[in-house]
C-alpha cells in the first residue's frame, strides 16, 4: 500500500485539561473511504477535529501529505487541503447561505462563481436558499450546505462527522450517494466518523474502530466480522445506538 | 494646573517646616487650616501666605504681649473629613484657642460645627455660604457672605434697566445662594426671573441646560461659578448663540473659554477694596518674600484673619471664650488689607468694600465701587 | 420637542460609535472589553494632542484613530490573546484592569484637570431646535462611519471573514481564515472606531480623566440593549437610549402632575440609560442571547 495522505501517529490530544485521545493512529490513504467507528465517547470525533487542528496536541505526530503538520494550525491545515465537515455547528448561522459558501471559498475567491455551480450541481436545494439566513435552514439543508462549503475550498482529503445525525431516512440517504459521488467524481480519500454503522460500512472500503481513544481494529471492510464488531463495542462500556 | 501643583508642593513643604519648629512656652499658638493637596491649592497657599506675612509683621514688633505667634499648619486636603481631623488636632492636641481655615463651606460648616461643641474660635477666610452665619460666637468671617454680594448683585443689574434674567449657577450652597439673594433682590427692584437653572457640578457638557435658558430668552444672566465647569457652560452657551451680557457674583473666579466672545460681556461684583495702604503694604511683603510668584486676593483675607485675632488676643490674652467675646470690638476702627471691617451679630462681614470688575481684552477691570 | 429629537440624534452618534467596537469584539471573542471605554479616552486625548502639534483637526483624529488601533492590537497581543482560553468573566475582569491601567497613564501624561479643544462652529436653528455646527459634524461623520463598517462587515472578503469568525469560530479558522490575523485587524478596527468616538465627544465636551465613567454606562447600556454581539443593535441601543435620556430630562413632570414645574435633574441621564436598558431586556429578552446559541 501507498504512504498515506493522511497520518496519526500515536497522537495524544484533548481540550484543555481533558485529554481523549491516547496515543492513537489513524492511517488515511489515496483512493479509500475510511470509516472511524468506536462507542460514543471512543473519540471518533476528537480524531477528526484533531487532524483539522482544533484540539490540544499534547504528543505524536500528524503527517499530511508527507509534512509534518503537527504543529500547523487550523487555517494553515484547510490552506493544505483538509476539509473539515463537523456533525454540529457546521454553518455560519448569522451569515446568508452566499456568504457561507463565499466563506468556504475563503482561500480561492478568484474561481468562487464557477467553483459555486458545481455545488449547486450536487445540492440543488442550497441553490435555492442561498438568499436566507443559514440559521433558518433545515438540518438536511444544513448539511448539504456544509458539505458544499467545504468543497469549495477544493480539499485533498475530506474529514466528516457523523453526516448521518439527526436526518431523516430520505435525507440520511441523499447525504450518502452525495459523498459517494463526491468520492467518485472527485477522487479524494474520505474519513468517515459515522454511528449509522451499515450505512458506513456500506460506503467504506476500510473500517477502523476506537476503544477509549486508541485503535482497536483497523482491516478492509471486506474482512470485518460483525462478532467482532459487537464485541468491540461491548468494550467500549457504552451501547450502541447503530 | 501644573504650575499650580508645583506651588502647592512647595508651598506645602515650606509650611511643614514652619509647622515643625519647636514651640516654646512662650510662644501663642494659631492653628491654620487649608487645602494643600487637592482641589483649589493655589488660593489655599495664598490664603496660608497672608497669614505668614501678619505673623511676619505681628513678632517683629514684639508679638503679643511679649509672646512669639507660632503658626500651625494643617492640610484638610479639600475633604470634610480631613478638615476635621486636622481641627480636633488643633483644637485638642495643639490646644489652640483660634483656628483660620480656609476651605469649600461643606468643610467649613462642619468645622464650625465641632468648634462650637469645643467653644473654641474658627475665622473664615474663603466660604461665603450663607449658611456660616448660624454659629455666632463661633464663626467669624473675613469674607462677606454670598446673601450680601448676590444683593448688590441684584440690585446693580435692575439698575442697568434691565428686566427678565435667567440664573445659572452650580447646584452647591455658594450658587444657590446668590442665586436666591441676587434674585431676589432684582424681583425686589421690578425685574423678572424667567428662568433658573442649577447645575450639577463635574458634568461634560450643560447643553440641556443652556437650551432652556436659550428657550426662556432672557435681557442678561445672573450666574456664579467657577473653573472647568464655568467654562463649559460659556462655551454652551456660546455654541447656543447665547449673546447676552453676564452679571456674575465674583466674576473673577470663572474661567473663560473664549476671550473674543465673552468681550465686554462678563461683569459683576467682586470683593475689592484691596487699593488702600495696608493691602499695598501685605503686597508689598509678599513681593518681597515670594519674589517672582502672582499673588491672589486670598493673602489679604489671611492677612486680615490673624490681625483682627491678634487684636483681641492682645486684649483679652488666649481663653478662646473671652477672644470670641473681644472679636468683635477688636475689628471696630480696623481698616485691614481687604478694607474697613464691620461685623453683624452673627459675626458675619457687612458693608464690605465691593468692586464692580468688568471683562476687557482678556482681563478683568475695575470699573467702580459699592461701598 | 424638535430640540428633544435633536439632543438625542448628537448623543446617540456619539455613543454609537463608541458601542459598535465592543459589540464587534463582543461578537467574536465573547467577553464586554472595558478597556474600549479608555480607548476612547485615549483617542480623545490623542486629538488633543495632535492639535497642539499643529495638525488640524481631522488629521488628528486619524492620527489618533490609527494609533489607538495600534494600541488596541497592542493590548491584544500583551494581555488578551494571552487569555484566550479563561472564562469570559475572567477576561472582563482583566479587561477593567487594563482600563484602569491606561486611565492612570492618561492621568499622569495630561494632568486631572479639563481640556477643552478648541474649535469654531457656528449655530444653526431649524424650525425651533438649535444645534451647532459641529453638532451636524459629528452626525454626518457618525453616518459616514456606520455606512464605512457596514461595507467593510457585508461587502468585503475580511469583513466577512470577521462575521464568520463571530458566527462560528472553529468553522471559520477550518475554511483556512486566519484566526488570529483576522482578531488583530478587529482590534484595530475597534479600537479606531473607539478613538473617533471619543474624539467626537472631547470636541462637544471636555477631556478629563473620568471621562470613561461618563461614557461607560450610556455605552455599555447601548451595546446590551443591542444585543452585545449585535454591532447595529448597538447602534438601534444608542439611540434608544439617548431618545429616552433626552425625553425624561425634557418632560415637565411637575407640570403633568398639575403642580410647579420640575424636571427630573440632567445628571440622572446615566441611570435613565440603565433603566431604558432594564425595560428593553424585560420586554425583548431575546436581545441578550448570542446569536449563535
Known amino acids: 500500500m501507498s504512504a498515506p495522505v493522511l497520518e496519526l501517529d500515536r497522537v495524544t490530544a484533548g481540550y484543555g485539561l481533558i485529554t481523549v485521545l491516547n496515543e492513537t493512529s489513524i492511517r488515511l490513504h489515496a483512493g479509500e473511504i475510511l470509516t472511524v467507528l468506536g462507542a460514543n465517547g471512543s473519540g471518533k470525533s476528537t480524531v477528526l477535529k484533531t487532524s483539522a487542528g482544533l484540539t490540544r496536541i499534547l504528543g505524536g505526530r500528524i503527517a499530511f501529505a508527507g509534512a509534518d503538520a503537527t504543529r500547523w494550525p487550523a487555517h494553515r491545515r484547510a490552506a493544505e487541503g483538509i476539509g473539515y465537515v463537523p456533525q454540529t455547528r457546521n454553518v455560519f448561522p448569522d451569515l446568508s447561505v452566499a456568504d457561507n459558501l463565499r466563506m468556504g471559498a475563503f482561500l480561492r475567491p478568484k474561481n468562487f462563481a464557477a467553483d459555486v455551480e458545481e455545488v449547486f450541481a450536487l445540492f440543488p436545494r442550497i441553490k435555492e436558499k442561498r438568499k436566507v439566513l443559514a440559521r433558518t435552514l433545515s438540518g438536511g439543508e444544513r448539511r448539504m450546505l456544509s458539505i458544499g462549503l467545504t468543497l469549495l475550498l477544493k480539499p485533498r482529503i475530506l474529514l466528516l462527522d457523523e453526516p448521518s445525525s439527526d436526518l431523516s431516512p430520505v435525507m440520511v440517504d441523499t447525504v450518502f450517494d452525495a459523498i459517494a459521488r463526491i468520492h467518485r467524481e472527485l477522487a479524494i480519500p474520505i474519513l468517515l466518523v459515522e454511528q449509522n454503522v451499515n450505512k458506513a460500512l456500506a460506503l467504506a472500503t476500510r473500517v477502523a474502530v476506537l476503544v477509549r481513544g486508541r485503535e482497536a481494529l483497523d482491516c478492509p471492510v471486506a474482512e470485518v466480522k460483525l462478532d467482532e464488531l459487537k464485541r468491540l463495542f461491548m468494550d467500549g462500556g457504552v451501547r450502541t445506538s447503530a | ?371 | 420637542m424638535l430640540q428633544v429629537l435633536v439632543n438625542s440624534i448628537v448623543y446617540g452618534s456619539e455613543i454609537a460609535i463608541i458601542a459598535v467596537g465592543i459589540a464587534l469584539s463582543y461578537s467574536i471573542l465573547r467577553f464586554a472589553n472595558f478597556a474600549h471605554i479608555q480607548y476612547a479616552v485615549v483617542g480623545g486625548y490623542a486629538t488633543y494632542a495632535g492639535t497642539k502639534l499643529g495638525l488640524p483637526i481631522v488629521a488628528a483624529i486619524a492620527v489618533g484613530a490609527v494609533l489607538v488601533g495600534g494600541l488596541a492590537v497592542l493590548v491584544d497581543a500583551l494581555v488578551f490573546s494571552r487569555l484566550r482560553a479563561i472564562a469570559p468573566e475572567g477576561k472582563m475582569i482583566v479587561s477593567w484592569g487594563v482600563a484602569l491601567f491606561i486611565r492612570a497613564i492618561i492621568a499622569s501624561v495630561f494632568g486631572g484637570s479639563a481640556i477643552i479643544i478648541e474649535t469654531s462652529s457656528s449655530t444653526i436653528q431649524v424650525g425651533g431646535a438649535i444645534f451647532t455646527s459641529l453638532d451636524l459634524i459629528v452626525v454626518l461623520a457618525t453616518v459616514g462611519f456606520m455606512v464605512l463598517l457596514q461595507l467593510f462587515l457585508y461587502h468585503t472578503r475580511h469583513g466577512s471573514a470577521l462575521r464568520a469568525l463571530a458566527s462560528n469560530y472553529d468553522l471559520a479558522v477550518t475554511r483556512g481564515i486566519p484566526g488570529d490575523r483576522m482578531i488583530r485587524l478587529m482590534w484595530f478596527v475597534t479600537g479606531a472606531y473607539a478613538a473617533i468616538g471619543g474624539s467626537l465627544i472631547a470636541l462637544e465636551t471636555r477631556l478629563q480623566p473620568n471621562m470613561d465613567l461618563i461614557i461607560l454606562l450610556p455605552v455599555f447600556a447601548a451595546v446590551t440593549i443591542g444585543g452585545l454581539s449585535n454591532v447595529f443593535g448597538a447602534v438601534i441601543g444608542a439611540f434608544v437610549l439617548s431618545l429616552a435620556q433626552n425625553v425624561v430630562i425634557a418632560v415637565d413632570f411637575g407640570s403633568l402632575l398639575g403642580g410647579d414645574p420640575w424636571f427630573v435633574p440632567s445628571q440622572f441621564r446615566d441611570y435613565i440609560a440603565v433603566l431604558a436598558m432594564v425595560v428593553v431586556l424585560v420586554l425583548r429578552p431575546a436581545s441578550v442571547r448570542p446569536a449563535n446559541a
Open chain 2, 1 to 371: 494646573m501644573k504650575r499650580n501643583t508645583m506651588l502647592a508642593a512647595i508651598g506645602a513643604a515650606a509650611l511643614a517646616m514652619a509647622g515643625m519648629s519647636p514651640v516654646m512656652a512662650e510662644d501663642i499658638t494659631i492653628g491654620v487650616i487649608a487645602n494643600l493637596t487637592g482641589q483649589d491649592v493655589n488660593t489655599s497657599v495664598q490664603m496660608a501666605r497672608g497669614v505668614e506675612i501678619a505673623a511676619d509683621e505681628i513678632n517683629k514688633a514684639g508679638g503679643i504681649g511679649g509672646k512669639t505667634i507660632k503658626l500651625i499648619v494643617e492640610d484638610s486636603e479639600y475633604k470634610t473629613q480631613e478638615a476635621l481631623t486636622a481641627a480636633t488636632k488643633l483644637y485638642d492636641v495643639d490646644k489652640v484657642p483660634a483656628v483660620i481655615m480656609f476651605g469649600g463651606s461643606s468643610l467649613m460648616i462642619a468645622v464650625a460645627e465641632l468648634a462650637k461643641q469645643e467653644g473654641k474660635v474658627l475665622i473664615n477666610t474663603s466660604s461665603s455660604s450663607a449658611k456660616l452665619g448660624d454659629y455666632p460666637g463661633t464663626l467669624f468671617s473675613i469674607l462677606p457672605l454670598d446673601d450680601i454680594l448676590g444683593k448688590e448683585l441684584g440690585k446693580y443689574i435692575a439698575k442697568k434697566g434691565i428686566k427678565t434674567v435667567a440664573t445659572v449657577v452650580p447646584n452647591n450652597t455658594f450658587g444657590l445662594g446668590v442665586a436666591d439673594a441676587a434674585g431676589a433682590a432684582f424681583k425686589e427692584a421690578g425685574g423678572k426671573v424667567v428662568k433658573s437653572v442649577a447645575y450639577t457640578e463635574g458634568q461634560p457638557d450643560y447643553r440641556a441646560d443652556m437650551q432652556s435658558v436659550v428657550a426662556a430668552a432672557p435681557e442678561a444672566i445672573i450666574s456664579a461659578g467657577y473653573g472647568d465647569d464655568s467654562r463649559t457652560i460659556f462655551k454652551n452657551a456660546r455654541e447656543l448663540g447665547l449673546n447676552v451680557p453676564w452679571f456674575a457674583a465674583y466674576p473673577s473666579i470663572f474661567t473663560v473659554e473664549n476671550d473674543a466672545w465673552m468681550n465686554g460681556k462678563l461683569s459683576g461684583v467682586d470683593n475689592g477694596g484691596y487699593s488702600n495702604d495696608t493691602g499695598k503694604a501685605v503686597l508689598a511683603a509678599y513681593k518681597a518674600k515670594w519674589p517672582g510668584e502672582e499673588p491672589l486676593a486670598h493673602i489679604y483675607y489671611g492677612y486680615d484673619a490673624l490681625k483682627v485675632l491678634a487684636a483681641a488676643m492682645a486684649k483679652v490674652g488666649e481663653d478662646p471664650k473671652a477672644i470670641a467675646a473681644e472679636l468683635p470690638n477688636a475689628v471696630k476702627g480696623y481698616v485691614g488689607a481687604t478694607g474697613a471691617i464691620a461685623w453683624d451679630d452673627r459675626g458675619q462681614r457687612i458693608d464690605p468694600p465691593l468692586d464692580l470688575i468688568e471683562y476687557k481684552d482678556g482681563k478683568f477691570e475695575t470699573v467702580g465701587t459699592i461701598q
